[in-house]
């Protein structure tokens, strides 16, 4: 996947209508939409990215549209409506004694558009963005009854450590380096909401 802070990438993931969706990055100003979004989530869905079953409060949101300098918040868009989010959060380095680079990431995507690779998209973009930072592993928190996502992050990664926490299963994963990006086409343009 190419993948720069601007870019929006366009996708061949459809959904239901054959809508194509873009990634692109949050901004500030996608703060009230990004609430809604989160809001129009199932129960179910806002639990298993949020370990409750929360609408984000405006700490959070905060957090979540990348207002922290530390936290890189990225979106999937079709027909400017968000279907997706997914952020990650660098680990300050004293937590890594190793000298890894770590980021912490989380990933949703809205009920209508799950099982049609919008998740696995979101997560390459950040793994691309993170990369370009300097991230050399990733660090996951998942519900242990979350099987859907388990099972596709152990089958693309069945490397990963997987430990076990009062909160639910840690995973840990080690990135390759770097692949040298496609330069052949310029950057799209982002669509605004």
């Known amino acids: 996947i190419r993948s720069h802070p601007g870019f929006v990438n366009r996708t061949q993931v459809t959904g239901s209508a054959g809508r194509a969706a873009a990634i692109r990055p949050v ?18 869905s806002r639990y298993l990215r949020f370990f409750a079953p ?28 968000i279907v997706g989010h997914a952020m990650a959060a660098d680990l300050p380095e004293r937590i890594c004694p190793d000298a890894s680079r770590v980021t912490d990431v989380g990933v949703v995507v809205a009920d209508a558009w799950q099982r049609r690779g919008v998740g ?15 991230v050399t ?11 859907r996502v ?9 490397d990963a450590a997987v430990g076990h926490s009062p909160d639910g299963i840690d995973i840990s994963i080690t990135l390759p380096p770097a692949r040298l990006q496609e330069t052949a086409r310029p950057p799209e343009t982002a669509q605004p909401l």
Do not use: Y
Request: net charge negative; hydrophobic share 60%; glycine share 8%.
């Open 27 to 44: 901004t500030p100003a996608d703060e009230a939409v990004l609430s809604d979004f989160f809001a129009a989530l199932s129960v179910e």
């Open 120 to 134: 696995a998209l979101l997560m390459r973009a950040l793994i691309a963005r993170a990369q370009a930072r300097g």
């Open 54 to 81: 929360v609408t984000p409060s405006c700490g959070l949101l905060d957090l979540m549209v990348g207002k922290p300098a530390h936290v890189d918040a990225i979106v999937a868009v079709a027909d400017g409506v």
């Open 137 to 147: 592993a990733l660090a996951m928190d998942v519900l242990p009854g979350n099987r």
């Open 150 to 158: 388990l099972a596709m992050i152990l089958g693309h990664w069945p």
